[in-house]
């Protein structure tokens, strides 16, 4: 009985296949923690940016009710990308291999497919600052502040939610941040009420954001002064993100846009090769990051 096509690559799939799956399990996705993550069935999304009504104005004795309507914005479209990667296995190599060096193999094969995902979303952040490639709906850079011309408001106006000055992890910091997150309007300059629970920042961060998060007192003071800051924010460490001074202040997923569509999740795949007898093993994926709007989010490039 003749040798099936694939034979080779067939055994070799499932246990090389199987060590892919452990190790993006062995750890935990951070970008999921922070981003909306929804699967999507087209090659494109779109959000469309749409002002309610203003407030309700004083009606005098006898007059008609006035009369207000939505106003209508711009859109913006996640584009899902492609990703793939290979890898090949010679026969030679499977036969004599004595030290694990296909499954090591494997490993690398699972941590690539884990650095691109983190690092794209991760990107999102990094890249909203000035000069950065990551724009909401309203056409600017996510984060704003007066100097660069805030985001403007589709019923007038601008808001801010960038720190006025860049400024370190700090008290101060968390206090300038949280007031820009709790006066935060709508399009029509309507108080939005969202209150901020998350502060996001590079590993670098993790000890002053803990020194600040968790003291009694004020830290780095002799005043004995109270810590307001204490137990009010629960800080993460993003490993991926780039920038070591940046911090971000969120509100809970609900609460904000940032987000991303899975078009197709990681798909692996092997053949044989009939000329060198080898094997070869792919992965494949789409998917798109980004943020719709920029409202449950503030932040500083820190200093």
Request: aromatic letters at 12%; hydrophobic letters at 35%; a negative charge.
């Amino acid at each position: 009985m003749p040798a099936t096509r694939g034979a080779f690559s067939q055994l070799l799939a499932p246990g090389l296949f199987s060590v892919i799956y452990e190790d993006l399990e062995m750890h935990p996705e951070e970008y999921s923690q922070l981003f909306n993550i929804y699967p999507s069935e087209q090659q494109y999304e779109e959000d469309q940016l749409v002002a309610g009504l203003g407030a309700v104005p004083t009606k005098p004795e006898g007059t008609s009710l006035a009369l207000d309507e939505p106003i209508q914005g711009g859109s913006l479209r996640y584009t899902h990308v492609s990703y793939g990667l290979g890898f090949q296995v010679t026969r030679e190599m499977w036969d004599d291999d004595k030290y694990g060096i296909m499954r090591r193999v494997s490993q690398d094969f699972a941590g690539s497919i884990r650095q691109t995902v983190e690092s794209t979303f991760a990107g999102i952040l990094t890249g909203g600052f000035t000069g950065g490639t990551t724009k909401t709906i309203d056409g600017v850079v996510l984060f704003q502040n007066t100097a660069t011309g805030g985001h403007p408001l589709l019923g007038g106006g601008t808001y801010n939610n960038r720190s006025a000055t860049d400024v370190a992890l700090s008290v101060t910091g968390l206090e300038e941040l949280t007031l820009l997150f709790e006066l935060m309007v709508n399009e029509r300059g309507l108080l939005k009420r969202t209150m901020p629970e998350q502060v996001w920042l590079h590993a670098a961060n993790q000890f002053v954001a803990g020194e600040i998060l968790h003291s009694a007192y004020k830290p780095y003071t002799g005043t004995n002064e109270v810590n307001v800051m204490q137990g009010r924010f629960t800080p993460y460490v993003n490993h991926y993100l780039v920038n070591q001074t940046a911090w971000y202040m969120t509100a809970a997923k609900r609460g904000h846009t940032l987000k991303g569509y899975w078009r197709t999740q990681p798909q692996f795949d092997s053949q044989d090769d009939f000329m060198t007898k080898g094997a070869s093993f792919s992965v494949f994926f789409r998917f798109s990051a980004g943020v719709t709007y920029w409202h449950g989010v503030c932040a500083s490039n820190g200093a």
